[in-house]
T-cell receptor, first 112, second 109 residues
Framework: DGGITQSPKYLFRKEGQNVTLSCEQNLNHDAMYWYRQDPGQGLRLIYYSQIVNDFQKGDIAEGYSVSREKKESFPLTVTSAQKNPTAFYLC???????????FGNGTRLTVT | EDQVTQSPEALRLQEGESSSLNCSYTVSGLRGLFWYRQDPGKGPEFLFTLYSAGEEKEKERLKATLTKKESFLHITAPKPEDSATYLC??????????FGSGTKLNVKP
């Protein structure tokens, strides 16, 4: 079955450490996205990529970095510069303009 | 300012009690409006896309409608398995999606 795989499901880190969240898709979609979800708030866009080797900042990119070296992979690094990294992170993809986003099942990151 | 507002924040229904969820938006250049269902600890699951005012989509007990300023998700005779958070998203420009904060639906047997 085609879909988006995020790993790990749960991640725990100490403050000051960088951490990388994995996102892999086998839908052959060109565009991929990273969102952050906090209780009581709508999803907020961190980064997105429309094509391999190209990506753009979203609304809350500070303290995050991404790479897009392969069409199927879009890892997100949460750096120590991110002030409030504890959140639920969602990866998504879409195949063309005006088509819906397809989401993975998320990674819950807890930083203490 | 482009934004999406969902109401109510939470809704508790008895099994079989029909109701509607609202998604209002102030976005210039609507390209599409999307409804998702999200279960606890999971990613959102796509339900419907609506592109123009007057359009309607149906799936089992759910029906989505769209006007120029808002969308409704009607739930007819809900069952406990319909309990979830329902998210609304609007696409204004290419690759720019605006999400509401969701309506948490609880259907009691």
């Amino acid at each position: 079955d085609g879909g988006i795989t995020q790993s790990p499901k749960y991640l725990f880190r100490k403050e000051g450490q960088n951490v990388t969240l994995s996102c892999e898709q086998n839908l052959n979609h060109d565009a991929m996205y990273w969102y952050r979800q906090d209780p009581g708030q709508g999803l907020r866009l961190i980064y997105y990529s429309q094509i391999v080797n190209d990506f753009q900042k979203g609304d809350i990119a500070e303290g995050y970095s991404v790479s897009r070296e392969k069409k199927e992979s879009f890892p997100l690094t949460v750096t120590s510069a991110q002030k409030n990294p504890t959140a639920f992170y969602l990866c998504a993809s879409s195949d063309r303009i005006d088509s819906p986003l397809h989401f993975g099942n998320g990674t819950r990151l807890t930083v203490t | 300012e482009d934004q999406v507002t969902q109401s109510p924040e939470a809704l508790r229904l008895q099994e079989g009690e029909s109701s509607s969820l609202n998604c209002s938006y102030t976005v210039s250049g609507l390209r599409g409006l999307f409804w998702y269902r999200q279960d606890p600890g999971k990613g959102p699951e796509f339900l419907f896309t609506l592109y123009s005012a007057g359009e309607e989509k149906e799936k089992e007990r759910l029906k989505a409608t769209l006007t120029k300023k808002e969308s409704f998700l009607h739930i007819t005779a809900p069952k406990p398995e319909d309990s979830a958070t329902y998210l609304c998203a609007v696409q204004a420009n290419f690759n720019k999606f605006y999400f509401g904060s969701g309506t948490k639906l609880n259907v009691k047997p």
